[in-house]
C-alpha cells in the first residue's frame, strides 16, 4: 500500500471510529478527570490572585500604606506623607464592646478620618457612606449586632464612651487587608477616639497611613525615597501589588500543592489510558490484521488508530478545559465567604495551557506503548494474540515515553512556585509506580515458584497470576494506587482533625487579656483571685517592634528576605523577663541573672535564629515608638507554640525598654464557672483592657484547619476516582482472554460459581497483600504532607485508618468482581467465533 495522505487517513479512522466508539470510553473518562481537576485548581489560583491585584487598591486602602505599631505618626511624617499624594489615616486596635445589658465582647475598633476610604465604597446595609461616622456615633458588624443584640438607634460602649449605632456594615473595602482579626469590627471617627481613653502610653494599636499616589507614581520607589528620608520611622511598608500578602502566600501555596495532587490524579488516570487503550486496541485486533492483510504497513496502521485515539484525547481534554475554565464561577458561587475574594468570570490562559499540555503529554506517554506494540506484530501474529501475547516495545517507543515524561516533570517544576517541593513530590510518585511494579514482577514470580495447590480452584487463582497474558502487573498497580491514595487520605484527614483537638491543650487558660495597665497589674491579679482562688495567672510585660537589623545587615536594604525569615515582615511582640518564659527550654547559650542590670541581651527561637544565621555574640535591633534598640543575642530557646501561652519569638532582658510606655498581657485559666462572671467583670473594672476567649480564637483556628482539610479532600476525590478508574480499565483490558479462560473452563465443565471463586481468590491474594504495603506507602506519603507542608503533628487515627484500608480493599474486591460477571455470561459457542 501506498503513502496515503492524512486526509484519507483520517477518513479511515473517523469511520472505523464511529463503528465502536465507546471502546475509548476509559482514556476519555480518565483525561477530561484530571484535565478538568487541573485546569479547575490553576483557574481558582489565578482567579483569586489575579483579583487580589486588581482589586489591591481597594483592599490596601490606598496606593502605598505606612503602618506603624504602638503611635500614631508625627506632624514632620504626615508632611511627608501629604508630600506624596492625598493620604488617610486610621487606627486600629482590640476592644470590648459593652451592650447595655453588661454582655461584652472583644471587637476590632478602627477610627478613620474624614477621607476614608480612598479606594472602594464603604457600605451600610442602608447604603453607601464615604468618610466617617457621625460624631457620637459607631457602625458595627454584623456579627457584633447579632452577638450582642444591638440593633441601629440603640447604643454601645467601648472603653469610656458610649456610641449611637449608625449602622450595620455590609461591606468594609479594606477588610482583607486588614489581616487576621480576633472579633467582628465596630468603626468610629478618628475624633471620638480620645474620648473612649483606650490609647494609653503602651497600649497595643496600630496607626496606618494610607495614601492614593498620582498616576504616574511607582509605590516602592515613593516608599523608599520617604524611608530614606525619615530612616529612624521605623513603619511597615506595603504597596497595592500585594495589599494581602499572606493570603496571598497562602493561596499560591496551597494552589501548587493542590495542582500537584491534580497532576498525580492525571499521571494515575493515564495508567487508565494506557489500560483503555490496550482494552480499544484488543477489541479492534480483527480490522488491524485485515490492513495488514490488505498491504497496509505498520505506520499506516500507527497513524490510522492514533488518529483516533489524538481525536479521542483531544475532545476530552476540551471538554476538561471547558470544566475547569468554568469551575471557579461555580466554587466562588458555592463556597460563599470561604473563599478570601470571589473570583469573577473570566479565562485565565497560562493554567488552561499547562492543562492541556499535562492532557496531551499524559495521553502520548501511556497511549504509546500498546499502540506501538500492534506495529511489529504480522497479521497472523494479530489474530493468536489472545493466546500467544503481545510484542516488545522497541527502542524508538522508549524513547518518546521517555521524553513525554521528562516534559512533564520539566512543565511541573518549572511552573511550580517552590521548585523543589514538586520535585519531590514527582520524585515520590515516580517511586511509588516504580514500587508497584516491581511488586506485580515479584507477586508472578513468587506465585509461578509456589508449590501447586491440591485444590483445584485455588490452583486456578495462583495460575492465574503468573500464566502468560497475566494481568498481575497492571491490577497491582491500579488496586497499589487505590489502596494507597485512600490511606493517605484517611490519615491526613485525621492528623488535621487530631490538630484540631490538639490546639486546645487540657489545661488550656480561659482568657487572654491584652493592654491591662502596669500599674494596676496586682488589682488585676486580686480580682481574678477573688474570683477563683485557684486561678492561674501569667502576666508579662507587651510591647511591638519591627526587627531592623541582624548580624549587621538592615532589613530594609534587603533585595529578598532569606527563607523562613517571617520576623522580618512588620512589626512583632516583644517582652521582657528576668526567668526563662514557661513553655521555652533553652538549647544554647545560657539565660541572664534575675537581677542582670547590663547592655540589653536577647533570646531567640531556635528555628527563627537559624533562618537569620544568628550565633551568640550577633546584634539584633528592634524599633520600638520610633527608637531603635540593639540587643546582643545571649540564647536560644524552643518554645511550644501550642500550649496557648505567652509565647514570643523575641525576649529581652529587664531594663531594656524601661524608657518605653508599655502595658501587661495575662493568661488566666479558671473553672468554667467563674468565666461567666470574670467575662462581665473584667471589661467594667478595665476599659482598656481586652478580653480574648480562648474558645473563639479554637473557632477561627478549625475553621481554616477544617477548609484545608475539605479543599485536601476535594482534590484527592479526584486521584481516587482516577484509581478507580485504572482498576475498572485494567480489568477491561484483560476481559477478552477472560472470556477466553472462562469459555475453555466451561467447556471442561465449570460452573459459573467455580469460576467466579477463582477470580475472588485471585482478587482476594491481591488485595491482602497490597493492603499492607499500601498501609506503609500511605502512611509515608501523609507524614510528608502533614509535617512538612503544613507543619503539623503527624497523629493519624489508627481505627479510622484501619477501616478506610479494609473499606479500600473491599471497594477493589467488589469492582473486580463486577467486572467479572459478565464473563460469566459468555456463551461458548458465540465466544469462540467471534476469539
Same mark, same amino acid.
Not at 159 to 164: D, Q, Y
Not at 175 to 189: C, K, S, Y
Given at each position: 500500500?501506498?503513502?496515503?495522505?492524512?486526509?484519507?487517513?483520517?477518513?479511515?479512522?473517523?469511520?472505523?471510529?464511529?463503528?465502536?466508539?465507546?471502546?475509548?470510553?476509559?482514556?476519555?473518562?480518565?483525561?477530561?478527570?484530571?484535565?478538568?481537576?487541573?485546569?479547575?485548581?490553576?483557574?481558582?489560583?489565578?482567579?483569586?490572585?489575579?483579583?487580589?491585584?486588581?482589586?489591591?487598591?481597594?483592599?490596601?486602602?490606598?496606593?502605598?500604606?505606612?503602618?506603624?505599631?504602638?503611635?500614631?505618626?508625627?506632624?514632620?511624617?504626615?508632611?511627608?506623607?501629604?508630600?506624596?499624594?492625598?493620604?488617610?489615616?486610621?487606627?486600629?486596635?482590640?476592644?470590648?464592646?459593652?451592650?447595655?445589658?453588661?454582655?461584652?465582647?472583644?471587637?476590632?475598633?478602627?477610627?478613620?478620618?474624614?477621607?476614608?476610604?480612598?479606594?472602594?465604597?464603604?457600605?451600610?446595609?442602608?447604603?453607601?457612606?464615604?468618610?466617617?461616622?457621625?460624631?457620637?456615633?459607631?457602625?458595627?458588624?454584623?456579627?457584633?449586632?447579632?452577638?450582642?443584640?444591638?440593633?441601629?438607634?440603640?447604643?454601645?460602649?467601648?472603653?469610656?464612651?458610649?456610641?449611637?449605632?449608625?449602622?450595620? =456594615?455590609?461591606?468594609?473595602?479594606?477588610?482583607?487587608?486588614?489581616?487576621?482579626?480576633?472579633?467582628?469590627?465596630?468603626? #468610629?471617627?478618628?475624633?471620638?477616639?480620645?474620648?473612649?481613653?483606650? #490609647?494609653?502610653?503602651?497600649?497595643?494599636?496600630?496607626?496606618?497611613?494610607?495614601?492614593?499616589?498620582?498616576?504616574?507614581?511607582?509605590?516602592?520607589?515613593?516608599?523608599?525615597?520617604?524611608?530614606?528620608?525619615?530612616?529612624?520611622?521605623?513603619?511597615?511598608?506595603?504597596?497595592?501589588?500585594?495589599?494581602?500578602?499572606?493570603?496571598?502566600?497562602?493561596?499560591?501555596?496551597?494552589?501548587?500543592?493542590?495542582?500537584?495532587?491534580?497532576?498525580?490524579?492525571?499521571?494515575?488516570?493515564?495508567?487508565?489510558?494506557? @489500560?483503555?487503550?490496550?482494552?480499544?486496541?484488543?477489541?479492534?485486533?480483527?480490522?488491524?490484521?485485515?490492513?495488514?492483510?490488505?498491504?497496509?504497513?505498520?505506520?499506516?496502521?500507527?497513524?490510522?488508530?492514533?488518529?483516533?485515539?489524538?481525536?479521542?484525547?483531544?475532545?476530552?481534554?476540551?471538554?476538561?478545559?471547558?470544566?475547569?475554565?468554568?469551575?471557579?464561577?461555580?466554587?466562588?458561587?458555592?463556597?460563599?465567604?470561604?473563599?478570601?475574594?470571589?473570583?469573577?468570570?473570566?479565562?485565565?490562559?497560562?493554567?488552561?495551557?499547562?492543562?492541556? %499540555?499535562?492532557?496531551?503529554?499524559?495521553?502520548?506517554?501511556?497511549?504509546?506503548?500498546?499502540?506501538?506494540?500492534?506495529?511489529?506484530?504480522?497479521?497472523?501474529?494479530?489474530?493468536?494474540?489472545?493466546?500467544?501475547?503481545?510484542?516488545?516495545?522497541?527502542?524508538?517507543?522508549?524513547?518518546?515515553?521517555?521524553? %513525554?515524561?521528562?516534559?512533564?516533570?520539566?512543565?511541573?517544576?518549572?511552573?511550580?512556585?517552590?521548585?523543589?517541593?514538586?520535585?519531590?513530590?514527582?520524585?515520590?510518585?515516580?517511586?511509588?509506580? /516504580?514500587?508497584?511494579?516491581?511488586?506485580?514482577?515479584?507477586?508472578?514470580?513468587?506465585?509461578?515458584?509456589?508449590?501447586?495447590?491440591?485444590?483445584?480452584?485455588?490452583?486456578?487463582?495462583?495460575?492465574?497470576?503468573?500464566?502468560?497474558?497475566?494481568?498481575?502487573?497492571?491490577?497491582?498497580?491500579?488496586?497499589?494506587?487505590?489502596?494507597?491514595?485512600?490511606?493517605?487520605?484517611?490519615?491526613?484527614?485525621?492528623?488535621?482533625?487530631?490538630?484540631?483537638?490538639?490546639?486546645?491543650?487540657?489545661?488550656?487558660?480561659?482568657?487572654?487579656? /491584652?493592654? #491591662?495597665?502596669?500599674?494596676?497589674?496586682?488589682?488585676?491579679?486580686?480580682?481574678?483571685?477573688?474570683?477563683?482562688?485557684?486561678?492561674?495567672?501569667?502576666? =508579662?510585660?507587651?510591647?511591638?517592634?519591627?526587627?531592623?537589623?541582624?548580624?549587621?545587615?538592615?532589613?530594609?536594604? !534587603?533585595?529578598?528576605?532569606?527563607?523562613?525569615?517571617?520576623?522580618?515582615?512588620?512589626?512583632?511582640?516583644?517582652?521582657?523577663?528576668?526567668?526563662?518564659?514557661?513553655?521555652?527550654?533553652?538549647?544554647?547559650?545560657?539565660?541572664?541573672?534575675?537581677?542582670?542590670?547590663?547592655?540589653?541581651?536577647?533570646?531567640?527561637?531556635?528555628?527563627?535564629?537559624?533562618?537569620?544565621?544568628?550565633?551568640?555574640?550577633?546584634?539584633?535591633?528592634?524599633?520600638?515608638?520610633?527608637?531603635?534598640?540593639?540587643?546582643?543575642?545571649?540564647?536560644?530557646?524552643?518554645?511550644?507554640?501550642?500550649?496557648?501561652?505567652? @509565647?514570643?519569638?523575641?525576649?529581652?532582658?529587664?531594663?531594656?525598654?524601661?524608657?518605653?510606655?508599655?502595658?501587661?498581657? %495575662?493568661?488566666?485559666?479558671?473553672?468554667?464557672?467563674?468565666?461567666?462572671?470574670?467575662?462581665?467583670?473584667?471589661?467594667?473594672?478595665?476599659?482598656?483592657?481586652?478580653?480574648?476567649?480562648?474558645?473563639?480564637?479554637?473557632?477561627?483556628?478549625?475553621?481554616?484547619?477544617?477548609?484545608?482539610?475539605?479543599?485536601?479532600?476535594?482534590?484527592?476525590?479526584?486521584?481516587?476516582?482516577?484509581?478507580?478508574?485504572?482498576?475498572?480499565?485494567?480489568?477491561?483490558?484483560?476481559?477478552?482472554?477472560?472470556?477466553?479462560?472462562?469459555?475453555?473452563?466451561?467447556?471442561?465443565?465449570?460452573?459459573?460459581?467455580?469460576?467466579?471463586?477463582?477470580?475472588?481468590?485471585?482478587?482476594?491474594?491481591?488485595?491482602?497483600?497490597?493492603?499492607?504495603?499500601? !498501609?506503609?506507602?500511605?502512611?509515608?506519603?501523609?507524614?510528608?504532607?502533614?509535617?512538612?507542608?503544613?507543619?503539623?503533628?503527624?497523629?493519624?487515627?489508627?481505627? #479510622?485508618?484501619?477501616?478506610?484500608?479494609?473499606?479500600?480493599?473491599?471497594?477493589?474486591?467488589?469492582?473486580?468482581?463486577?467486572?467479572?460477571?459478565?464473563?460469566?455470561?459468555?456463551?461458548? %459457542?458465540?465466544? !469462540?467465533?467471534?476469539?
Amino acid at each position: 500500500m501506498s503513502v496515503l495522505p492524512l486526509a484519507t487517513l483520517w477518513r479511515i479512522a473517523r469511520r472505523d471510529l464511529a463503528t465502536r466508539i465507546r471502546g475509548l470510553r476509559l482514556l476519555a473518562v480518565c483525561l477530561f478527570l484530571g484535565v478538568a481537576t487541573l485546569a479547575a485548581i490553576g483557574s481558582l489560583t489565578s482567579g483569586i490572585t489575579s483579583e487580589l491585584e486588581r482589586r489591591g487598591q481597594t483592599i490596601l486602602g490606598g496606593d502605598i500604606e505606612f503602618s506603624l505599631p504602638q503611635r500614631e505618626a508625627s506632624a514632620e511624617e504626615m508632611a511627608g506623607f501629604r508630600s506624596i499624594g492625598a493620604p488617610s489615616a486610621t487606627v486600629r486596635l482590640r476592644a470590648m464592646a459593652n451592650a447595655p445589658g453588661g454582655d461584652a465582647l472583644l471587637s476590632e475598633l478602627k477610627g478613620v478620618d474624614g477621607a476614608y476610604p480612598l479606594y472602594g465604597t464603604m457600605r451600610l446595609e442602608s447604603g453607601a457612606r464615604r468618610g466617617a461616622p457621625p460624631a457620637g456615633s459607631i457602625w458595627i458588624g454584623k456579627d457584633l449586632a447579632s452577638r450582642l443584640g444591638l440593633t441601629v438607634g440603640g447604643d454601645v460602649k467601648f472603653g469610656e464612651k458610649s456610641f449611637r449605632i449608625d449602622g450595620v =456594615i455590609a461591606e468594609e473595602p479594606d477588610r482583607l487587608g486588614e489581616g487576621f482579626t480576633l472579633g467582628p469590627v465596630a468603626i #468610629i471617627g478618628l475624633g471620638d477616639l480620645p474620648a473612649t481613653q483606650l #490609647i494609653q502610653p503602651g497600649s497595643l494599636y496600630e496607626s496606618k497611613y494610607r495614601v492614593r499616589l498620582p498616576a504616574s507614581a511607582n509605590p516602592a520607589a515613593v516608599g523608599k525615597a520617604l524611608s530614606a528620608r525619615f530612616p529612624d520611622a521605623g513603619w511597615d511598608i506595603t504597596d497595592s501589588s500585594n495589599g494581602a500578602p499572606g493570603t496571598r502566600r497562602f493561596i499560591e501555596r496551597m494552589g501548587q500543592f493542590l495542582s500537584l495532587v491534580g497532576l498525580a490524579a492525571l499521571v494515575i488516570a493515564g495508567i487508565g489510558v494506557g @489500560n483503555g487503550v490496550a482494552s480499544y486496541l484488543a477489541g479492534k485486533r480483527p480490522g488491524l490484521a485485515t490492513l495488514k492483510v490488505l498491504g497496509a504497513d505498520s505506520a499506516v496502521v500507527l497513524r490510522i488508530y492514533g488518529l483516533q485515539i489524538l481525536a479521542v484525547a483531544a475532545a476530552s481534554i476540551t471538554a476538561g478545559l471547558v470544566v475547569g475554565a468554568l469551575m471557579p464561577s461555580l466554587i466562588g458561587a458555592v463556597a460563599g465567604d470561604v473563599l478570601p475574594v470571589r473570583p469573577g468570570f473570566a479565562l485565565y490562559p497560562l493554567p488552561l495551557i499547562v492543562s492541556a %499540555a499535562y492532557g496531551l503529554l499524559i495521553a502520548i506517554a501511556f497511549a504509546l506503548p500498546p499502540l506501538a506494540a500492534t506495529r511489529h506484530v504480522p497479521a497472523a501474529g494479530l489474530y493468536r494474540a489472545t493466546v500467544d501475547g503481545g510484542a516488545r516495545i522497541d527502542r524508538r517507543t522508549v524513547v518518546s515515553v521517555g521524553a %513525554a515524561l521528562a516534559a512533564i516533570i520539566t512543565l511541573a517544576v518549572g511552573t511550580a512556585r517552590e521548585p523543589l517541593f514538586a520535585l519531590s513530590f514527582i520524585g515520590a510518585a515516580i517511586g511509588l509506580l /516504580l514500587i508497584l511494579v516491581g511488586l506485580g514482577w515479584l507477586v508472578r514470580r513468587t506465585a509461578s515458584g509456589v508449590p501447586r495447590p491440591k485444590r483445584p480452584l485455588l490452583r486456578l487463582a495462583v495460575a492465574n497470576l503468573h500464566r502468560p497474558g497475566a494481568a498481575t502487573g497492571a491490577l497491582v498497580v491500579a488496586l497499589g494506587l487505590g489502596l494507597t491514595l485512600f490511606v493517605t487520605l484517611a490519615a491526613i484527614q485525621t492528623s488535621i482533625t487530631a490538630e484540631i483537638a490538639r490546639t486546645v491543650p487540657q489545661r488550656a487558660p480561659s482568657f487572654f487579656v /491584652l493592654d #491591662i495597665p502596669r500599674g494596676d497589674a496586682p488589682k488585676f491579679r486580686s480580682m481574678i483571685v477573688e474570683a477563683a482562688p485557684d486561678a492561674q495567672v501569667n502576666m =508579662i510585660p507587651a510591647l511591638r517592634g519591627s526587627v531592623t537589623e541582624y548580624k549587621g545587615q538592615r532589613v530594609d536594604e !534587603l533585595a529578598e528576605l532569606p527563607e523562613g525569615a517571617w520576623v522580618l515582615r512588620g512589626d512583632r511582640g516583644l517582652t521582657y523577663s528576668p526567668t526563662l518564659p514557661n513553655g521555652s527550654e533553652l538549647v544554647g547559650g545560657t539565660w541572664w541573672a534575675a537581677d542582670y542590670k547590663g547592655p540589653p541581651l536577647v533570646s531567640v527561637e531556635q528555628e527563627v535564629a537559624a533562618s537569620l544565621g544568628l550565633k551568640l555574640g550577633d546584634t539584633l535591633s528592634v524599633n520600638v515608638l520610633g527608637v531603635e534598640v540593639q540587643a546582643k543575642v545571649a540564647s536560644f530557646r524552643t518554645v511550644e507554640w501550642d500550649n496557648f501561652g505567652l @509565647n514570643y519569638v523575641l525576649v529581652f532582658s529587664p531594663g531594656t525598654f524601661d524608657a518605653a510606655p508599655h502595658n501587661m498581657v %495575662a493568661t488566666v485559666a479558671v473553672p468554667p464557672k467563674a468565666e461567666v462572671e470574670l467575662a462581665r467583670s473584667i471589661p467594667r473594672a478595665f476599659p482598656s483592657a481586652s478580653l480574648i476567649q480562648v474558645r473563639d480564637v479554637v473557632s477561627q483556628v478549625t475553621t481554616l484547619l477544617t477548609q484545608m482539610s475539605q479543599a485536601i479532600a476535594a482534590a484527592a476525590s479526584i486521584a481516587i476516582l482516577a484509581g478507580i478508574a485504572v482498576l475498572i480499565g485494567a480489568i477491561a483490558a484483560s476481559r477478552e482472554r477472560r472470556v477466553y479462560d472462562s469459555v475453555i473452563l466451561k467447556l471442561l465443565g465449570a460452573t459459573r460459581g467455580q469460576i467466579l471463586s477463582a477470580q475472588a481468590m485471585e482478587y482476594a491474594v491481591l488485595a491482602g497483600i497490597l493492603a499492607l504495603l499500601a !498501609l506503609g506507602l500511605g502512611l509515608a506519603g501523609a507524614w510528608y504532607v502533614v509535617t512538612q507542608l503544613f507543619d503539623f503533628r503527624f497523629a493519624p487515627d489508627p481505627l #479510622i485508618v484501619g477501616l478506610t484500608l479494609v473499606g479500600g480493599a473491599g471497594l477493589s474486591f467488589v469492582i473486580g468482581i463486577a467486572g467479572s460477571w459478565p464473563l460469566l455470561s459468555a456463551k461458548p %459457542a458465540q465466544a !469462540l467465533r467471534s476469539l
